[in-house]
């Protein structure tokens, strides 16, 4: 139990389009979900925490303008990387919760802007 | 504040001996205790965690760790590595028992070699 799924699993794109990430809890309702930035060799860094029907809540530093999240439904939550720039690479992860302390993870989005 | 200090960023054990995996938290409150593995491209495992029940919790593949308030320590332990448990190791802090933000470790990469 507790499955999460992303996709796309990695995509690439050109300099100023968008980028669609979608983040599924499979086998239970996720009232929050988060959405996590890895660098190279690096921990996770939080980007925003959605709960369903909300909007989202963006850590400081992060533009909310450029990384769109929508949380419509109990089992899934879309990220969108708007107008993608190249420093926009890296690896998106994330996670879902259905209410209490545990958090389970997507396999991540490796997103490459060129 | 609650914040989560992974002793060794970098762990090599031979197959087939011990493994430990050295976690120090400071929390306000009595926290919930997590550890996540994380192989290469992919997102993060939940491998046990702690939530006030017993303070020795064993976890999938092997793995233990062991709360000890007195030591503000959650250190993560195999008794045999094997090949496959080589990958990065975070262990991580929910201070408030639900879902919201969490606090990473830096990470602990671990090796195993023949």
């Known amino acids: 139990g507790a499955v999460v799924s992303q996709h796309p699993s990695r995509v690439i794109c050109k300099s100023g389009t968008s980028v669609k990430i979608e983040c599924r809890s499979l086998d239970f309702q996720a009232t929050t979900m988060f959405w996590y930035r890895q660098f190279p060799k690096k921990s996770l860094m939080l980007m925003a925490t959605?709960?369903?029907?909300?909007?989202?809540?963006?850590e400081q530093g992060v533009e909310k303008d450029k990384f769109l999240i929508n949380h419509a439904s109990l089992t899934l939550s879309t990220l969108t990387v708007t107008s993608a720039h190249p420093e926009d690479s890296s690896f998106y992860i994330c996670?879902?919760?259905?209410?209490?302390?545990?958090?389970?993870f997507g396999p991540g989005t490796r997103l490459l802007v060129l | 504040a609650q914040s989560v200090t992974q002793l060794d960023s970098h762990v090599s054990v031979s197959e087939g001996t011990p493994v430990l995996l050295r976690c120090n938290y400071s929390s306000s409150y009595s926290p919930s205790l997590f550890w996540y593995v994380q192989h290469p491209n992919k997102g993060l495992q939940l491998l046990l965690k702690?939530?006030?029940?017993?303070?020795l919790v064993k976890g999938i593949n092997g793995f233990e760790a062991e709360f000890k308030k007195s030591e503000t320590s959650f250190h993560l332990t195999k008794p045999s590595a094997h090949m496959s448990d080589a990958a990065e190791y975070f262990c991580?802090?929910?201070?408030?028992?639900?879902?919201?933000?969490?606090?990473f470790g830096t990470g602990t990469r671990l090796q195993v070699t023949l």
């Open positions: 991580v802090v929910n201070p408030t028992g639900t879902a919201s933000k969490l606090t």
């Open positions: 959605s709960n369903e029907g909300s909007k989202a809540t963006y």
């Open positions: 702690y939530t006030s029940a017993a303070t």
């Open positions: 996670s879902a919760s259905s209410g209490q302390e545990t958090q389970y």
